[in-house]
């Protein structure tokens, strides 16, 4: 296990000069502080007092898992509140999927790149990584069994972040969901579908996610390999540490035994409140936060274009947080960061964190959601001109 280059950065916001666009997180100025207060005080003053402060089952808040089923059920996924199971954020969800799954020196399917909190949860249970190329060119199943045979385990699942991705904000479309799937079946593997910014889409037209696609074609979500990780976190609060996943009923149940061996559940009042908070202001806070972060995006995106050099290229997310940058070959985004916070007092991520294998020296992560006017109009123009030299 090694340490978080993301957690890092994020200690130098604490310094005030920075213009960071490390941090992939939610600008807390937009959190619903006052119904998140008001709801506290409601549960806490009220006749469910003592439940909130008691312990709770494993399984979570069943009201919360009631209204995640609807919500399920709006994105083409029928279920009820037995294929719900609530984590401490979703990043616990991918710690348990991890430990379900995976036997040291299994391989897991993983994008090149991919989610570095993904990595580092996965890396305690000691698996092998192989590249999914959802958008094609993937291995035959026989090779990716072969490789993983060689290194004395099985292929597991493959993970990955169909929208609005993290780092790249890449969104896949149906027909690569699709074909995920066709690997999946092929490879008998689970998928575990990281979901955690799907309701932050800015431009076009959503695209069901991969479990919707999979009920379609299993018959229902109890013969799905699918396995959905949701989160409150880039919505409501990311403090709060609400998540959870919805997968198949034999899948909930051993998450529940391993939710018993290592914290029991998580916080009941933040559940209680979490469920009242969802259902009062979920849809208008999304609002908010398309309005707030496409502004930031297109101020981003427009600064790229007006002052980054030939050779430097960078996605055109329709969601999400991130803007994915390549720089020309040779060039390392890690020594460019070192020069870059000493020189430009510029803060960023180096891409090579995100990937299985090292590889990805020469790209780097733009976070935009607390990307300031002030930050992008001096910032972006300082990094490009270490890239000029």
């Known amino acids: 296990m090694k340490a978080s280059e993301i957690r890092e950065l994020l200690k130098l916001l604490d310094q005030p000069d920075i213009l960071s666009f490390a941090g992939g997180i939610p600008d807390p100025s937009l959190f619903p502080a006052d119904a998140i207060r008001d709801a506290y005080a409601d549960v806490l003053g009220g006749p469910e007092a003592a439940a909130a402060l008691q312990y709770q089952v494993s399984e979570g808040y069943l009201p919360l898992r009631r209204w995640l ?11 009820d509140e037995a294929n719900i199971f609530i984590t401490s954020g979703s990043q616990q969800a991918l710690d348990y999927l991890g430990k379900l799954f995976l036997s040291p020196s299994d391989t897991a399917l993983v994008t090149w790149p991919t ?92 695209v069901p996610p991969i479990l919707a696609l999979d009920c379609i074609r299993s018959g229902g979500i109890d013969k799905a390999r699918t396995l959905y990780c949701g989160s409150f976190s880039k919505i409501l609060s990311p403090g709060m540490r609400v998540g959870w996943v919805c997968a198949p009923r034999h899948v909930v149940e051993k998450l529940v035994l391993l939710k018993q061996a290592s914290d029991l559940h ?12 969802a259902e009062a202001v979920f849809d208008d806070q999304v609002e908010k936060l398309i309005d707030a972060y496409r502004e930031r995006r297109d101020g981003l995106l427009g600064a790229l274009e007006a002052n980054m050099p030939e050779g430097v290229t960078w996605s055109r997310p329709e969601g ?26 510029v803060a960023f991520v180096p891409g090579k964190a995100f990937y299985a294998d090292g590889t990805g020296r020469n790209t780097l992560r733009l976070s935009f959601t607390l990307a300031t006017r002030r930050a992008v109009s001096e910032g972006i123009p300082r990094l490009a001109a270490l890239l000029k030299g």
Not at 115 to 122: H, K, S, T
Not at 266 to 277: G, T
């Open 69 to 79: 089923a609807g919500q399920m059920g709006k994105l083409g996924v029928a279920c």
């Open 320 to 345: 999400g947080m991130f803007v994915w940058v390549t720089l020309p070959e040779g060039t390392d985004a890690t020594e460019l960061l070192a020069r870059s916070v000493k020189e430009a007092r």
């Open 115 to 206: 989610y570095l909190g993904a990595l580092q949860a996965f890396n305690a249970y000691e698996p092998r990584y192989d590249r999914l190329r959802p958008e094609g060119g993937n291995m035959t199943p026989d090779a990716y069994h072969t490789a993983a045979a060689a290194s004395g385990g099985k292929v597991k699942f493959a993970y990955l972040v169909p929208d609005f991705a993290n780092p790249t904000g890449n969104t896949l479309d149906r027909k690569q969901r699709e074909a995920v799937l066709d690997l999946a079946g092929e490879l008998d593997i689970a998928v575990i579908e990281d979901a955690a910014y799907r309701a932050l889409r800015y431009d076009g037209d959503g």
């Open 266 to 277: 998580s916080p009941s009042v933040n559940q209680m409140v979490m469920h009242r908070v």
